[in-house]
């Protein structure tokens, strides 16, 4: 069987196409890397790329993309609503086929350690594969953003990087790790009463009391309130429990659902356990869909 690693990184660039471009190259320059998804946001400020090959194909286009990211960002002129601490933002390896969890740490941790030695980049483990336990959430790592790291990791032991330099230049630093599959959805809300987002996305994350695999921020975005979420398990918190705990909350304020987005890419059985909830369809399967019958033939 074919090994294949997908890698999703995060890049601190939305609004300049060159730069998106230059680092999507780089990226796809790899021998066995297949770049399924660019996906940019000028009110972020972000890109997410979305690319799948074999483990060290995927490693060594990681590598080529948090380096072209490196030369070609300054985070000291980089405004955003998306929380960010680098240039690479944030770089998860998730295992797709043929590939155990556990390798896909050992490759985050090999990545990492890369990252610091040659590029001079704080790099900071997470997930499946931090060092810490208090590191495993990426919205601890990020806390203070990259202006407040800035200043305290030359004086904080316990914000010392995994590899690389305890002290941040301009490309800031970068989080790798392993993860399973995520889902990078946002809603969009008929205010824009950004303060209403907030509390609903309050109300649905995990960390403050809402649903188990749910994080959650509410920003301003294009104008309207979003509810900016992950979703790190669509198997036990599917899309559409999220979407009607946010139409129940919104209602409390007087508000809706305008419309919804979502950031890379979802995997089928998540929009088939949605078309099952919405549609009320019992003992539906996947091979009751025409194409996959058809690709079966």
Not at 75 to 85: C, F, K, Q, S, V
Not at 194 to 220: D, F, N, P, T
Not at 249 to 273: H, K, M, N
Request: overall charge negative.
């Amino acid at each position: 069987m074919k090994k294949i690693v997908e890698c999703v990184p995060n890049f601190s660039e939305g609004r300049r196409q060159p730069v998106i471009d230059a680092i999507a190259k780089a990226i796809a320059s790899v021998q066995g890397v297949r770049i399924l998804d660019v996906q940019s946001d000028a009110d972020h400020n972000r890109t997410v790329v979305t690319f799948v090959g074999d483990p060290e194909a995927v490693t060594e286009g990681a590598f080529q993309g948090i380096a072209t990211a490196t030369r070609l960002i300054d985070l000291n002129h980089h405004r955003g609503e998306h929380p960010r601490i680098g240039a690479a933002d944030v770089v998860p390896l998730v295992p797709v086929r043929g590939v155990t969890m556990e390798e896909c740490v050992a490759l985050a941790r090999q990545l990492g350690q890369r990252v610091g030695e040659e590029l001079n980049i704080p790099v900071y483990l997470y997930e499946e594969a931090a060092t810490r336990p208090d590191r495993r959430n990426l919205a601890d790592i990020r806390r203070g953003e990259y202006e407040g790291l800035k200043e305290e990791i030359l004086t904080n032991p316990d914000r010392a990087p995994d590899f690389g330099p305890a002290r941040l230049g301009p490309a800031g630093a970068t989080v790798i790790g392993a993860r399973p599959f995520l889902i990078a959805y946002n809603v969009f809300l008929t205010t824009d009463n950004v303060e209403i987002a907030r509390q609903i996305a309050r109300a649905v994350r995990h960390s403050s009391g809402g649903l188990r695999y749910v994080k959650a921020l509410g920003l301003l975005v294009n104008g309207k309130a979003q509810v900016s979420m992950n979703l790190t398990d669509f198997r036990h918190t599917p899309v559409h429990r999220v979407v009607e705990m946010i139409r129940r909350e919104a209602a409390r304020y007087g508000v809706a659902i305008e419309r919804s987005e979502l950031i890379g890419l979802i995997p089928q059985q998540a929009l088939f356990d949605a078309a099952q909830w919405y549609l009320q369809l019992d003992g539906f399967t996947p091979d009751q869909v025409l194409e996959n019958r058809l690709q079966e033939a």
